[in-house]
């Protein structure tokens, strides 16, 4: 069970810093740039994708299944 809530808040952690560089980058929109080169720009940047990868350790780590129920 602790091992299951430390992968879960490990994902969180890396989910909460990549949605932070998602956010922070919304200002290429300010600055001029179009919507699709944001998305080109995120898609490229290694930071934006702990987002994903931190939502898919939170549902790893909320549905695979324990193991062994004693």
Known sequence: MIFRLFIFITGFGLAVAGGISSV???NLLIAGHELSDYFSY???RPECGLLPAGIVIIT???YFP???EE
């Open 42 to 44: 995120i898609l490229k």
């Open 24 to 26: 922070a980058y919304l």
């Open 60 to 62: 790893v780590a909320i």
């Open 66 to 68: 324990q193991g062994t």
